[in-house]
């Protein structure tokens, strides 16, 4: 419940791009990274429903999983020191001699690093069994602890989204056509996707490098989620969509040039910040699909921003900031 209040307290804004005035699409953008100071954008609502559920449980500790520059577990960190949990980020990668801006943050506020090499980590997403190993390992080494899967991404995640649906809807009183996110997991885009039921179209725009494999994986996760959100009655949800293409080489890679150049004018036009990794790329792909005349004129087309600010630290972002 109160979280729908605060979710009803983000603003939606017009926004003005002279690239895609043309198009006949009004473009308004749900500011979702001003949800809260810390717990950025869309992390504020999938750890929201898993925070609870920890506490419920009689947990004192969460651990969880993200790069160096993770958001989630930025916003993970945030929260246990904010709300007097302890934390644990298992990190992707070696110990590096420097810490990333965000890991510093996030040991800063208490969390405790535990680094696992590339490799390792990589077995540790495919194979349960090394999960298991792991996990038993680190409960006997720092006592218990409710474990949230790498960037939130499981049903009370997708439920915290699905309350981030319902409150643009009633906000907005159902007037509009399609929802645009930025989409690493597919978590957001199931909750939004369940919250909107088949009236709307939900685009989730990819910011993985599809081979078509992982793209597949993701899709096929959102299914499973949306399936598991939408009650009987309300039937099926497949008002969504992933939107693969708009990824510009890949999950937190160097952007290329057009991107570069597009994140200042868009920067420079709306006045509104992005971050490199996801919502830089949902924006990049609405203005293509809007010149290409996906939508017809006249469309009103909500993005949301999901926030992770934080992560222009690992790039040169627009004004040098
Ligand atoms: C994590 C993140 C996403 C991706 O959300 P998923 O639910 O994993 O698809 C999008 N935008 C921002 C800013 C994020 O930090």
Same mark, same amino acid.
């Given at each position: 419940?109160?979280?729908?209040?605060?979710?009803?307290?983000?603003?939606?804004?017009?926004?003005?791009?002279?690239?895609?005035?043309?198009?006949?699409?009004?473009?308004?953008?749900?500011?979702?990274?001003?949800?809260?100071?810390?717990?950025?954008?869309?992390?504020?609502?999938?750890?929201?429903?898993?925070?609870?559920?920890?506490?419920?449980?009689?947990?004192?500790?969460?651990?969880?999983?993200?790069?160096?520059?993770?958001?989630?577990?930025?916003?993970?960190?945030?929260?246990?020191?904010?709300?007097?949990?302890?934390?644990?980020?298992?990190?992707?990668?070696?110990?590096?001699?420097?810490?990333?801006?965000?890991?510093?943050?996030?040991?800063?506020?208490?969390?405790?690093?535990?680094?696992?090499?590339?490799?390792?980590?990589?077995?540790?997403?495919?194979?349960?069994?090394?999960?298991?190993?792991?996990?038993?390992?680190?409960?006997?080494?720092?006592?218990?602890?409710?474990?949230?899967?790498?960037?939130?991404?499981?049903?009370?995640?997708?439920?915290?989204?699905?309350?981030?649906?319902?409150?643009?809807?009633?906000?907005?009183?159902?007037?509009?056509?399609?929802?645009?996110?930025?989409?690493?997991?597919?978590? @957001?885009?199931?909750? %939004? +996707?369940?919250?909107? /039921? !088949?009236?709307?179209?939900?685009? *989730? $725009?990819?910011?993985?490098? &599809? =081979?078509?494999?992982?793209?597949?994986?993701?899709?096929?996760?959102?299914?499973?989620?949306?399936?598991?959100?939408?009650?009987?009655?309300?039937?099926?949800?497949?008002?969504?969509?992933?939107?693969?293409?708009?990824?510009?080489?890949?999950?937190?890679?160097?952007?290329?040039?057009?991107?570069?150049?597009?994140?200042?004018?868009?920067?420079?036009?709306?006045?509104?910040?992005?971050?490199?990794?996801?919502?830089?790329?949902?924006?990049?792909?609405?203005?293509?699909?809007?010149?290409?005349?996906?939508?017809?004129? @006249?469309?009103?087309? %909500? +993005?949301?921003?999901? /926030? !992770?600010?934080?992560?222009?630290? *690992? $790039?040169?972002?627009?004004? &040098? =900031?």
């Amino acid at each position: 419940m109160e979280l729908l209040v605060r979710a009803r307290q983000v603003p939606v804004e017009t926004i003005d791009l002279h690239c895609i005035k043309a198009s006949g699409v009004e473009l308004l953008v749900r500011r979702d990274d001003l949800v809260d100071e810390q717990l950025s954008g869309n992390k504020f609502y999938k750890l929201f429903y898993n925070i609870e559920c920890a506490e419920q449980l009689g947990y004192r500790q969460i651990l969880s999983f993200g790069g160096a520059y993770s958001n989630h577990l930025y916003s993970l960190a945030a929260a246990g020191k904010r709300l007097g949990f302890a934390t644990v980020g298992v990190v992707r990668g070696e110990r590096p001699v420097i810490l990333s801006p965000t890991l510093l943050d996030a040991e800063r506020w208490g969390m405790r690093l535990v680094f696992v090499g590339r490799a390792d980590y990589r077995e540790l997403t495919q194979t349960s069994a090394s999960l298991a190993v792991l996990l038993s390992r680190l409960r006997h080494e720092l006592g218990g602890f409710y474990c949230i899967p790498e960037g939130g991404a499981n049903l009370a995640g997708a439920q915290g989204m699905q309350v981030l649906g319902r409150a643009l809807d009633e906000q907005l009183q159902g007037k509009f056509d399609s929802v645009c996110l930025a989409c690493g997991t597919g978590t @957001g885009l199931a909750g %939004v +996707a369940a919250a909107l /039921g !088949g009236t709307k179209s939900v685009l *989730g $725009f990819s910011v993985l490098k &599809g =081979s078509s494999g992982v793209d597949a994986g993701i899709g096929s996760e959102v299914a499973r989620l949306t399936e598991q959100l939408v009650t009987t009655n309300t039937g099926q949800a497949d008002n969504w969509r992933l939107i693969s293409g708009f990824h510009g080489g890949g999950y937190g890679k160097r952007l290329p040039p057009y991107l570069q150049r597009f994140w200042q004018t868009f920067e420079q036009e709306t006045g509104l910040q992005l971050d490199p990794v996801y919502t830089l790329k949902m924006f990049w792909g609405i203005t293509r699909l809007a010149q290409q005349g996906y939508w017809p004129k @006249g469309s009103r087309v %909500v +993005a949301i921003h999901s /926030g !992770g600010l934080q992560g222009r630290r *690992g $790039f040169t972002a627009p004004n &040098g =900031s």
